[in-house]
C-alpha cells in the first residue's frame, strides 16, 4: 500500500518554541492531505486539509495562525504549531489521498508533541 | 450531515474466537465509501477492510470481513481467529462521493479491542 512518512516521531519542547511537522507521501502524489489532532482514547479531530499549492481549508475552531499548515508540492505538507503551550500537547497524524470515496487514506505514524 | 456511531467503547473477546465490533452511519448520499481502520497503542492508523455503497457482496480481507447491511446503515466488522496482535482501537469510518467535500473522512469514536489468551 500506499506509505506516508511522518517526522519527527515524537517532541518535547519548551513553551513558547514552534514546531514544524513534516509529512512525505512516498510512492504516490498526493493532492489532498489532511491533518488530525487525537486525544487520548479518543477519534481523530480534523484540523484542516491541505491542497498542493493554495491554502489549507481549516475546520471550524482551529485557529489558523496557531497551526500554519503549507502544501509546497505534491509529495510534502507540513504542519507548524507556533509559540507552542501546553494545551497544544496531543497526537498529530496526518494522511493522504485521493479524494474519491473509495481510496482510503494512508496515514502517518503520528507525532506525539510535548509542550513543557 | 454525515455520522458514524460505534456504540462499543471497549470490547473483550478471547484468543482464537471471532469478534463483531459495530458500526452505524448516516447519509443522505448515495454514493460513499465505508472503512476500518486499527490503532494499536503505537499510534499508526493501519486501512483494513472498505466496502463500497454500491457493492453487492460483503468485502472480505484475511481475517476480516465486513457485515454491511445497507437498508439498516450498519457497517459491521466481523475479526475471524482472534489473535493477541488484534488488541487495538478500532475505527469506523465513511468518506462521501459529494462534489466540493474534498473527500473528507468521518470516523467514529472508536472502539478498543482487548484480545485475551
Known amino acids: 500500500g500506499a506509505v506516508v512518512s511522518q517526522h519527527p516521531s515524537r517532541v518535547i519542547c519548551k513553551s513558547g518554541t514552534s514546531v514544524k511537522i513534516e509529512c512525505r507521501s512516498l510512492?504516490?502524489?498526493?493532492?489532498?492531505m489532511f491533518w488530525y489532532r487525537q486525544f487520548p482514547k479518543q477519534s481523530l479531530m480534523l484540523m484542516a486539509t491541505?491542497?498542493?499549492?493554495?491554502?489549507?481549508?481549516?475546520e471550524q475552531g482551529v485557529e489558523k495562525d496557531k497551526f500554519l499548515i503549507n502544501h509546497a508540492s505534491l509529495t510534502l505538507s507540513t504542519l507548524t504549531v507556533t509559540s507552542a503551550h501546553p494545551e497544544d500537547s496531543s497526537f498529530y497524524i496526518c494522511?493522504?489521498?485521493?479524494?474519491?470515496?473509495?481510496?482510503?487514506?494512508?496515514f502517518g505514524d503520528g507525532t506525539r508533541l510535548s509542550i513543557l | 450531515a454525515q455520522k458514524i456511531t460505534q456504540t462499543q467503547p471497549g470490547m473483550f473477546v478471547q484468543e482464537k474466537e471471532a469478534v463483531t465490533l459495530d458500526c452505524t452511519y448516516d447519509?443522505?448520499?448515495?454514493?460513499?465509501?465505508l472503512f476500518w481502520y486499527k490503532q494499536p497503542s503505537s499510534g499508526e492508523m493501519i486501512f483494513l477492510i472498505y466496502?463500497?455503497?454500491?457493492?453487492?457482496q460483503n468485502a472480505t480481507e484475511g481475517r476480516y470481513s465486513l457485515n454491511f447491511q445497507k437498508a439498516r446503515k450498519s457497517a459491521n466488522l466481523v475479526i475471524s481467529a482472534s489473535q493477541l496482535g488484534d488488541s487495538a482501537m478500532y475505527f469506523c469510518?465513511?468518506?462521501?462521493?459529494?462534489?466540493?467535500?474534498?473527500?473528507?473522512?468521518?470516523f467514529g469514536d472508536g472502539t478498543t479491542l482487548t484480545v485475551k489468551p
Open positions: 494522511s493522504a489521498s485521493g479524494t474519491a470515496s473509495n481510496q482510503p487514506q494512508h
Open positions: 510512492d504516490f502524489q498526493a493532492t489532498t
Open positions: 491541505s491542497n498542493e499549492g493554495s491554502k489549507a481549508t481549516y
Open positions: 447519509t443522505s448520499d448515495q454514493s460513499y465509501g
Open positions: 466496502q463500497g455503497s454500491y457493492d453487492e
Open positions: 469510518a465513511m468518506r462521501e462521493g459529494r462534489v466540493g467535500n474534498a473527500g473528507k473522512s468521518t
